[in-house]
């Protein structure tokens, strides 16, 4: 069983930056592929992005080159650092693992599901 708590959300303004964290329990978060997702309302759940226990990172296309995912295995931890922030990242954000060592995009491929955070973004 993994359990998975974010923390860093918040209200900011466009073109502002937040890091999101996501630290998990567990002995073996080092060997999952993590992720993060979004949800805006009235949206279905969406991807953001992914990394692998071998440090290997995914994106989707409306985030690429502004959001950057990374992990901290020593710290059982995984980051979201959103730069250059628009109106539409607005929504809450949603850590997850999975214990496959392929990287999937969809929400029913992970097995673990945190609470939740929520960004919002003002223009």
């Known amino acids: 069983q993994v359990q998975l708590v974010e923390s860093g959300g918040g209200l900011v303004q466009a073109g502002d930056s937040l890091r999101l964290s996501c630290a998990a329990s567990g002995r073996t978060f080092s060997s999952y592929t993590m992720g993060w997702f979004r949800q805006a309302p009235g949206k279905e759940r969406e991807f953001v992005a992914a990394i692998r226990w071998s440090g290997n990172t995914y994106y989707a296309d409306s985030v690429k080159g502004r959001f950057t995912i990374s992990r901290d295995n020593a710290k059982n931890t995984v980051y979201l650092q959103m730069n250059s922030l628009k109106p539409e990242d607005t929504a809450v954000y949603y850590c997850?693992?999975?214990?496959?060592?392929?990287?999937?995009?969809?929400?029913?491929?992970?097995?673990?599901w945190g609470q939740g955070t929520q960004v919002t973004v003002s223009s």
């Open positions: 997850a693992a999975d214990r496959s060592i392929v990287v999937h995009t969809t929400t029913r491929s992970y097995d673990y």
